[in-house]
């Protein structure tokens, strides 16, 4: 993957020309998001802009080992900047309460590598078959003889080895695994990365994971499984919707299954699903169709009000996209 001379330029004009740069990224944040804002954040500073780090929630508890994560605010401390860049970000809305300050902005800078739905932004660096935000950030970098910090380099590691599963997943490119050699060399930290995010689980998790998996439903001659968390299993495990991260990848490992989702209620009456499907089956279709998003393998969307209910229409959902591919 090598970014395109214009977007390059584009780049480097926007950022030439500004001094104070917000940078924003989606709510219920994950590696590649605050890997990238972060990584970007330091590169901007290593070259004297002024720069200040949104996020609508704060880093979970797996994340909170990378470098410079307590500058992450929800609202800016200081107003007036003159570009606003916004990665990882496919929906304007999924900046949360951190929207406006992105909204009014005199300039703004997408940087994503998701099926984008809405096109916000002056200038928009958005390459679908990249494997991770970082990655492309990673490749820009590059392309502008940037000087790549360790720490900046555990950020962009941080994101490529998240969204690519720790390089199991599908999206794992040559590219991703090239630049994951280069940040190694730049002095990333595997070891953290790897310990904080891949062996990092909570006992609450441990818990609420067993009970994920023992109360798996199966359907379509086990091609499809889904979890269902209830509110009241997120109490019985003193659990919270961090601890579930992962789960529905635990589901689609299993031999026969095709398409897997895990749909919880950490907060009463606000019910989240993730999706997830081997090659061939789109389940962004399916999470669009209940007004959410994603990639053709990994998707999500949420639903409000009763559980059974949410149940019932996205196993809906996903049976027709189990029959028609
Ligand atoms: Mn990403």
Redesign the pocket.
Known sequence: MTIDTTLLEAFQAEIGKASKILIGTHLNP?G??LGSALGLALYLESIGKKVEVLCHHSAPKNLRFLPTVDRIRQVPETADHDLGIIV?LESFDRLGTTAPYFENIKRLMVID?HVPHEAPGDVRIIEIGAA??ALILTRIFEALDAEISADMATCLYT?IAT?TGSFRFRNTSSSALSAAAVLLEKGANLELVSEEIFQNRQLSSARLLGHALETMKLDMDDRLAWGVLSHRDFEWAHATDEDTEGFVNELLSIETVQIAALLREAKPGKIRCSLRSRRGFDVAEVAREFGGGGHKNAAGCNFEGSLADAEHQLVEGMRKCLASS
């Open positions: 994950d590649d998001a990882d590598h991770a935000t994101g969204d």
